[in-house]
T-cell receptor, first 115, second 113 residues
Framework: KAGVTQTPRYLIKTRGQQVTLSCSPI?????VSWYQQTPGQGLQFLFE???????NKGNFPGRFSGRQFSNSRSEMNVSTLELGDSALYLC??????????????FGAGSRLTVL | AQSVAQPEDQVNVAEGNPLTVKCTYS??????LFWYVQYPNRGLQFLLK??????LVKGSYGFEAEFNKSQTSFHLKKPSALVSDSALYFC???????????FGAGTTVTVRA
């Protein structure tokens, strides 16, 4: 069973550019969450999608956006990149049981460096 | 609002000794608690979770965690640490039907041979 796949694994951008990151969840998982990981701020929740609907959003500026497709694959986009956006972006998928006990399965992440 | 605290940035132990990584949580309702581990340049791997019932939860790789409601703690333990347990450990909490999983700052565990 394939795990959560994130692409690209590494990328370098310059300030002002935009970036799109992709996440393919485990087959059958309909919930996809995104997290930003930095040394200073740790793991910060970005947003969560289920059945193409954003159900929850973290405290990030509007430059951060995402979407989910009908096949549960998800993308996140960061526009007008800033140096502080350099981070490891992690995607996680889970089954939807509605109990709150869902286990997130994480991908290996996309390492973004903004110069 | 839900939150998690990991009071120790680093834990150092000798191989073969017991390992404990501390975690306290804050929620207004019933918590769902998780432990994850992260190795360098990798995503997070699930170790164990507490939902309800027995306060001692057993997980992967010989790890276990004890839920203490009165102290709002969920400490991760391993009776005999291995060098390969050296990694970054995260405690996380989800409250009820909240879709967001909130993570602690992480604790770096170093097990010396």
């Amino acid at each position: 069973k394939a795990g959560v796949t994130q692409t690209p694994r590494y990328l370098i951008k310059t300030r002002g550019q935009q970036v799109t990151l992709s996440c393919s969840p485990i087959s059958g998982h309909r919930s996809v969450s995104w997290y930003q990981q930095t040394p200073g701020q740790g793991l910060q929740f970005l947003f969560e999608y289920f059945s193409e609907t954003q159900r929850n959003k973290g405290n990030f500026p509007g430059r951060f956006s995402g979407r989910q497709f009908s096949n549960s694959r998800s993308e996140m986009n960061v526009s007008t990149l800033e140096l502080g956006d350099s981070a490891l972006y992690l995607c996680a998928s889970s089954l939807e049981s509605g109990s709150g006990a869902n286990v997130l399965t994480f991908g290996a992440g996309s390492r973004l460096t903004v110069l | 609002a839900q939150s998690v605290a990991q009071p120790e940035d680093q834990v150092n132990v000798a191989e073969g000794n017991p390992l404990t990584v501390k975690c306290t949580y804050s929620v207004s309702g019933n918590p769902y608690l998780f432990w994850y581990v992260q190795y360098p340049n990798r995503g997070l791997q699930f170790l164990l979770k507490y939902i309800t019932g027995d306060n001692l939860v057993k997980g992967s790789y010989g790890f276990e965690a004890e839920f203490n409601k009165s102290q709002t703690s969920f400490h991760l333990k391993k009776p005999s640490a291995l060098v390969s347990d050296s990694a970054l450990y995260f405690c996380a909490v989800r409250e009820g039907h909240d879709y967001k999983l909130s993570f602690g700052a992480g604790t770096t565990v170093t097990v010396r041979a």
